[in-house]
C-alpha cells in the first residue's frame, strides 16, 4: 500500500518525455497502404503525420525505415518526409526491421530506451520488431492508430500479441500530450495546438472554437 506521507506531485516514470523516448515510423510506403484493410487509410496516414509532427515539435528523434522501396513497396510516402526533409531513410530486404543491422543501429544512436513505433503492417512489421526490442530490454509503445493491418482482426490480434509481451497502446493525440503535459508549457504551446488543429479532427476543430470565442490561450 501507498505511503500517504511519501506521496508528491511528480509524474510516473512510465511516461513519455521528449528527453526518454524515440519515436520510430516503419514501412509507411505506397504498396504497404494499398493492402491495408483494418481501418481507413486516411485516417492512419493523418495520424502517422500527426505523429511525426508531434516528435518534431519536442526534437524527439526519428527513425524513419523502409522495406524494399526500390523493387516493390515504394517511397516512404511524402508527407513523413516533408516533415523531416533531408532525413537519412533506412531500407531494408528484413520484414523484421530489428534484424537489419542499420536499423539497429540508428536505434541504439538515439540513446533512448522507450521506443514509439508504428508502421504496416502491424502483424508483421510493427509486432516483429515491437517483441524484439521488448526481448532485449526496451519499453515499447505501440501508436496504433497510425498503424493498419491487412484486416481488423490481423491488427488487432497483432495488438493484443504485443501487449502480451509487455508494449503499451497508445495514440497520436495521447502521445503528443504527454509529451506536452502541462499548457503552461509556452514555448510547445503554439505548436502543439497548431498540430492539434492540423490533424486532431473534432478536438482541433473544438481548439479552433476555443480559442475564437474564449481567447488565444484556451487549450484543448
Known amino acids: 500500500m501507498a505511503d500517504i506521507a511519501e506521496v508528491t506531485a511528480s509524474p510516473s516514470p512510465d511516461l513519455l518525455t521528449p528527453d526518454n523516448c524515440a519515436v520510430l515510423f516503419v514501412d509507411h ?16 496516414i493523418n495520424s502517422a503525420v500527426g505523429l511525426a509532427k508531434a516528435a518534431k515539435v519536442f526534437d524527439v528523434p526519428v527513425v524513419l525505415s523502409t522495406v524494399a522501396a526500390e523493387s516493390f513497396s515504394g517511397p ?18 528484413t520484414m523484421n526491421a530489428w534484424e537489419d543491422p542499420a536499423f539497429v543501429e540508428a536505434v541504439k544512436a538515439t540513446g533512448r530506451k522507450k521506443i514509439v513505433i508504428a508502421g504496416l503492417w502491424t502483424e508483421v512489421c510493427v509486432v516483429l520488431p515491437a517483441l524484439s526490442a521488448l526481448a532485449q530490454g526496451y519499453e515499447v509503445y505501440v501508436v496504433t492508430d497510425a498503424s493498419g493491418g491487412v484486416s481488423p482482426q490481423a491488427h488487432e490480434h497483432a495488438v493484443q500479441r504485443m501487449i502480451q509481451a509487455g508494449a503499451v497502446p497508445v495514440t497520436w493525440v495521447q502521445v503528443l500530450l504527454e509529451l506536452q503535459r502541462d499548457w503552461a508549457c509556452g514555448e510547445t504551446y503554439v505548436p502543439v495546438t497548431e498540430v492539434v488543429k492540423q490533424h486532431g479532427g473534432a478536438y482541433g476543430l473544438g481548439l479552433v472554437y476555443a480559442q475564437a470565442v474564449i481567447g488565444a490561450h484556451a487549450a484543448g
Open 29 to 44: 510506403q505506397p504498396q504497404m497502404f494499398f493492402g491495408t484493410g483494418s481501418g481507413d487509410r486516411t485516417a492512419i
Open 76 to 93: 516512404i510516402m511524402p508527407q513523413l518526409a516533408e516533415v523531416f526533409p533531408g532525413q537519412e531513410i533506412v531500407d531494408r530486404t
